[in-house]
Structure formats: C-alpha cells, structure tokens
C-alpha cells in the first residue's frame, strides 16, 4: 500500500563515516537510518537519497572519489528518487519539489547529516516551500564546530541548537518511534 510520506536521506556517503570528518554526535544514528528505511521499504513508501557532489577540488564529497559514493547501507533500490546537489539545500538547483508535487508528496520525514548544516538547510526550504516536515532527532548527527565568536562548540551543541532553529518554525522534531508511528 502507498504511503503519502516520503522518507528523505541526506548525505549518507562513505565520507561521513570517516575519521576526517570531524567529532560528531549520534553514533547510533546510522542505525537508526537503517531501521527508518527498512521500515519505508516494508510499506512500500517513497524514498528520496540525496547525494552532495561538491565544486570544491578538497572536499570530502569531491566526485570521482570513494567519499562520494552511498554507504553501503543506504544504496539507494531502482525504484528510489536519488537527488544530486552541489550546495547544502537539496530544492536548490534540483527537481525534488517538481518530483515532489508530481506525486502528490507533501509530508517528509528527514534524516542524515549534518544536522546544521544540509538538513537544516533543506528543511528550511521545505518549511518555506509548504511542506509538512519531520526531523528525526536520533537520526540525524553533526560535527563540532566553532560559533561565529571563535567558541568551540561540541557535536551536541551543534546539534541541539539546530534542532531548536527548525523545531516549530520550519518542522517538527520527532523521535525515531514517532516516525515508525507516522507510516501505521
């Protein structure tokens, strides 16, 4: 049976898992992904895999490099929308709201990394853009990172304060068995 909400995976390629990423949070959070999507795949739900393909030569994410490609984990099926990007929001410069309206997908359950960073940036955009969204908290990691005062900021830090940017403004932060709840 189809299920009207789509489950959106952000950035889950192999260079998010190395080491030179950075300290992160979440470290249950591919599992988490893992379970989400098999739960999708159980009840024939939409699934959209985004990818980053970056511009910039040093870039984990540079194309023509092992970083770029989907862990093995999250290898998108045949059926399953793949989404390339070059910037961190995932409407910019894509067919993902075009895709989106075409078949009458207005819910997105969302997921992936970072959390401040391409999650945020394309939950912003779906807020604005009229769709229903959903964070999964557990589901999603960031990385330590200085603010903008020269203060280093942990993972959890980073994370946290992302999710109270979107949280009521641009979606609704929810927890992994909210989200299994979403397609019952």
Do not use: C
């Given at each position: 049976m189809f299920k009207p909400i789509v489950l959106m995976i952000i950035d889950m390629q192999q260079c998010m898992s190395w080491p030179q990423a950075g300290q992160r949070n979440n470290p249950n959070a591919e599992h988490e992904i893992a379970e989400l999507l098999a739960h999708?795949?159980?009840?024939?739900?939409?699934?959209?895999?985004?990818?980053?393909l970056s511009t910039e030569p040093e870039s984990l994410f540079w194309p023509d490099q092992e970083g770029v490609l989907f862990q093995?984990?999250?290898?998108?099926?045949?059926?399953?929308?793949?989404?390339?990007?070059?910037?961190?929001?995932?409407?910019?410069y894509s067919d993902l709201e075009v895709w989106l309206r075409?078949?009458?997908l207005q819910t997105l359950v969302v997921v992936g990394v970072s959390t401040n960073n391409s999650v945020e940036s394309t939950v912003r955009s779906a807020g604005n853009l009229g769709f229903t969204s959903y964070v999964v908290d557990s589901a999603c990691f960031a990385f330590e990172k200085d603010d903008f005062f020269?203060?280093?900021?942990?993972?959890?830090?980073?994370?946290?304060?992302?999710?109270a940017n979107l949280h009521g403004e641009?979606?609704?932060v929810?927890?992994?068995?909210?989200?299994?709840a979403l397609l019952l």
């Open positions: 999708w795949r159980a009840n024939h739900a939409p699934i959209v895999h985004v990818r980053h093995d984990a999250f290898q998108p099926l045949a059926d399953e929308k793949i989404i390339e990007k070059s910037v961190p929001d995932a409407f910019i075409e078949q009458d020269g203060q280093s900021r942990s993972a959890d830090e980073v994370h946290a304060m992302s999710l641009y979606a609704t929810i927890s992994q068995d909210e989200a299994f």
